[in-house]
Every structure is written in structure tokens, then in C-alpha cells.
């Protein structure tokens, strides 16, 4: 009889122990799901359509990962909206435990106004350019690395010996010296054609057009402007050179291919790294991770003008037509 009741006595512990586990295990829970922690902010520099897909893959990602979305604040590209809204974000007293900053301007104020609270940062072009370096500050490129962007560039277009590049050596010829080598790799020449101003780049590449084989189109303010970017297209169309860059938008206004982060896994991957960031607070800083997952559009009205057969691309996975 008395062993009966020792052996109820244990397990009634037991069954306390478990319980006292499981109740611990949903306080956890319900602590990283409270709106009062954990939570997250996104502040988008202004309403464009690659930003609304980043943070369609982010909301998506916290979503499956428990992290609730406080707010998002919409800076409309301006300087005295960004004001208010770093007002209003300092002066509320439950302070988000991170921020996704999509954009130039969103980072670059993120950085600036906000540098006690952790900031992943995308879909800033040229990220180096901004120095967006800080103990609290983790990014992911907006650009796919060299490498993938000439090993895909090989697939696609096979042998480009000369491939040219048109670039202001003030904006972006760090870029420019690192994939020379990059290309050397591959057995391409980068074939650099420099211009300091928006009016030089149009009579540059007319000079050198006969000289190369296929063009890079590197973002580049000087280069891509609203008046140039017509006439490289139509200088490259009329002598049938294969166009390729690194936005899909550009591919529309006249590019042949780009090699260009998917933009909503690009906001899935900056979840994880919200994760990551969240579940060990001393870690404030991750890095500039690169672009995960790749996304092909290619033009297929610029592809039949040069002469490029839609044949030669449809082994080509999750490549995006258009129009």
C-alpha cells in the first residue's frame, strides 16, 4: 500500500514538473509575441514598386516568425516628413526593437537620428557609397554580387570577350576596378569608358561602340539619367550590342537582361536576420549579407531587335519575361 502511494506521490510531481515547463514555455511566448516587445518598425523612404515588394517579403516573414510590425512610416522622399516621422518614432515611449529601413533615405536617417535601436537596411543602391556602417546597423546589397552577375552573363550570352562599361570614376569607380578583376576571371575585358558628366556619356559610348561586344549598364547616377538612358538603347540597338544591369526597371526602358535581387525574398531574408538579431540581443549587427535568392528579366522586343533568339533562354529557370 505504501509503495501504491509513493508511486502516485512521484507521479504527481512529475505531472507538476511538466506543467511548471509548459508554463514557463507559453509566458516565453506570449513575452516575444507582446506588442510592448519585440517588435518591429519599417520606415520606406518613398512609395515605389521594388520597396512594396521588400516589405511584402519582410511582413510575410515576421508573420511565420512571430515578430509583430508596429507601424510603417512612409517618408515620401522628403526631408521635412522625415522630421515628423523621427519625431513621432523618439517620442513614443514603447520604442521599437528594430527597424527595417528600405531605401537611401530611410537608412541614411535610421542611421543618423535613430542609433540605439538595431536597423536592417535594403534596397539602397550602391550601399558603400553611404557609409551605412555602425554597431547596430545590418544590411543586405541591393546589387547581386560580381561573380553571379558575369557567370550568369557567360550562361546567357556566351563569349563576350569585350564587354563595355560606361561610368563616372567619381561614383562608381571602386565598383568598376573590383569587377575588372572579377571579369578577368572569366576571361572578359572590361572595356572602361569613363565620362564625368550626364552629356559626355551619349558621344563616349557612340566613340566606343564598335569596340566592344556587350554592355554592362552599372547603377550609376550620372549614367542612368532620364535624357541618356534613350540614347544608350538607341546605340546599342542600332548596332545589335546585347545590353545587361542589375534592375529590372531598367530591362523595361529598353535593356536586354538583369541580374537583380528577388525583391520580396529579399525582405523574407531581412525577417530571418530580424530573427536573429531579436533572439540574441548582445548581437546588434549582422553584416552586409548578400541578396539570397536572383531574379532574370530579360525585354523580349530589345532581344527580337538585336537578333537574340527567345529559344536560347527557355532552359532558364524562373526567368521573367517582359512585356
Known amino acids: 500500500m505504501n509503495g501504491l502511494v509513493c508511486l502516485i506521490i512521484i507521479i ?3 505531472f507538476l514538473k511538466v506543467s511548471v515547463v509548459v508554463a514557463t514555455e507559453r509566458i516565453e511566448t506570449s513575452k516575444a509575441t507582446d506588442g510592448s516587445e519585440n517588435t518591429a518598425i519599417i520606415i520606406r523612404s518613398q512609395q515605389i514598386a521594388a520597396y512594396n515588394e521588400a516589405i511584402k517579403g519582410f511582413e510575410e516573414g515576421c508573420k511565420e516568425k512571430n515578430i509583430p510590425i508596429k507601424a510603417i512610416y512612409d517618408l515620401k522622399g522628403d526631408t521635412d516628413e522625415a522630421k515628423k516621422i523621427v519625431q513621432a518614432i523618439k517620442g513614443d515611449k514603447l520604442k521599437p526593437s528594430l527597424i527595417l529601413a528600405v531605401g537611401v533615405l530611410a537608412a541614411t536617417l535610421a542611421k543618423d537620428q535613430l542609433p540605439d535601436i538595431p536597423i536592417i537596411f535594403c534596397m539602397v543602391i550602391n550601399h558603400e557609397r553611404f557609409n551605412l556602417h555602425g554597431t547596430n546597423i545590418t544590411g543586405i546589397s541591393a546589387e547581386a554580387s560580381l561573380e553571379d552577375q558575369f557567370v550568369i552573363l557567360k550562361e546567357i550570352l556566351g563569349l563576350q570577350k569585350n564587354v563595355g562599361v560606361v561610368y563616372d570614376p567619381t561614383k562608381t569607380g571602386e565598383i568598376i576596378s573590383e569587377a575588372t578583376q572579377v571579369a578577368g576571371k572569366f576571361k572578359i575585358n572590361l572595356f572602361q569608358i569613363k565620362v564625368l558628366s550626364q552629356h559626355e556619356v551619349s558621344p563616349a559610348l557612340k566613340n566606343n561602340i564598335g ?16 535624357d541618356s538612358i534613350g540614347d544608350i538603347f538607341t546605340t546599342t540597338s542600332k548596332n545589335r550590342i546585347p545590353t545587361f544591369c542589375t534592375s529590372s526597371a531598367i530591362v523595361k526602358a529598353g535593356a536586354l537582361i538583369s541580374i537583380s535581387p528577388d525583391y520580396v525574398y529579399t525582405g523574407r531574408q531581412a525577417a530571418q536576420m530580424a530573427q536573429t538579431l531579436l533572439h540574441d540581443p548582445k548581437t546588434t549587427s549582422l553584416g552586409v549579407k548578400r541578396p539570397e535568392k536572383l531574379q532574370i528579366t530579360l525585354n523580349t522586343q530589345t532581344a527580337k531587335m538585336i537578333g537574340i533568339k527567345l529559344s536560347a533562354f527557355e532552359s532558364f529557370p524562373d526567368i521573367i519575361f517582359y512585356p
Open 12 to 14: 504527481f510531481s512529475l
Open 211 to 226: 569596340k566592344i561586344d556587350a554592355l554592362w549598364i552599372v547603377p550609376d547616377g550620372t549614367v542612368i539619367t532620364k
